[in-house]
């Protein structure tokens, strides 16, 4: 909304000047006096801000209703979305306060697991449509603490091993949108490795690298692997808008992606995190 009020400004005002230039023009080559010149520069005035105020009745306004309806309606939902996620988390907790039985108690744990990857899909629906709204606000972000999260989810997957090499590092980013970013990372190359083989998150002197050993890529399908839908390998399952994805963020937050990959020797990511580091 901000950038279409921008540029409708910027239009808006470019049109009346180039109408009183004209207008200017088309006096000086009648002689026309100056007195003549402010008058109809007056007349070109007030048509303008008849103009203008059509322009915003007809156009901006009902938009920004419609915003603001989809707002608090998603706002409504989101609600109503939050409170039997709670009332599960609750009452799991509650009965695993009062269950003995092994087998009880690890179904109830299966549950708080599902509640809290339910929990997590919610916090991503949630920064969905803010973003869309709204400019998402940057967060300090204790990034040796972040890896180490989102690793132990995908430790959970009883998968791959992974191998962390991490230096003690700061940032300040929209928070969710680097999770959803590292976590297309880690995805893919847990995707394209075998079960057994390490995959290795590396952190040192603003580089955050993640490398695999897996089935790698050529240098095709290097050049290709950012383009919306594609999929090196169609055998796997996937959409193919992953490495989209992660590209846009890079770019969003200004942090440099470079990918090196070698056909079945695997594949390393390199992002460059200088821009967002916050120096102590």
């Given at each position: ?65 419609m915003e603001n309806t989809l707002t608090v309606l998603t706002n409504e939902i989101i609600h109503e979305l939050n409170i039997p996620l709670s009332t599960i ?32 899909l919610y916090d991503e629906l949630v920064y969905g449509i803010q973003k869309e709204m709204h400019i998402i ?144």
């Open positions: 909304m901000r950038n279409e009020l921008l540029v409708a400004a910027l239009i808006y005002f470019v049109t009346i000047f180039t109408l009183l230039v004209a207008v200017y023009r088309f006096l000086e080559n009648w002689h026309m006096s100056t007195f003549n010149f402010f008058i109809a520069g007056a007349l070109v005035f007030l048509v303008a801000v008849g103009w203008g105020f059509v322009l915003k009745t007809l156009i901006f306004a009902p938009k920004k209703n988390q609750a009452n799991t907790s509650m009965l695993k306060k009062n269950t003995t039985d092994e087998k009880s108690l690890k179904r109830l744990e299966r549950i708080d697991d599902a509640s809290i990857r339910l929990k997590k606000e940057k967060e300090r972000v204790d990034l040796v603490s972040l890896i180490s999260e989102r690793i132990a989810i995908f430790e959970e997957q009883k998968r791959n091993p992974f191998i962390l090499e991490l230096m003690p590092y700061e940032i300040e980013v929209d928070k969710i949108g680097f999770e959803q970013m590292f976590d297309n990372l880690i995805t893919n190359a847990m995707k394209y490795s075998d079960k057994v083989s390490s995959i290795t998150v590396h952190l040192e002197e603003d580089i955050l690298e993640i490398r695999d050993r897996g089935i790698g890529m050529s240098a095709t399908e290097l050049l290709r692997m950012h383009e919306r839908y594609y999929q090196a390998d169609t055998q796997t399952d996937g959409e193919g808008i992953g490495l989209s994805l992660v590209k846009n963020y890079c770019e969003t937050e200004d942090i440099t992606l470079q990918i090196q990959s070698e056909k079945n020797v695997g594949t390393s990511i390199f992002l460059n995190l200088t821009k967002v580091h916050i120096k102590i």
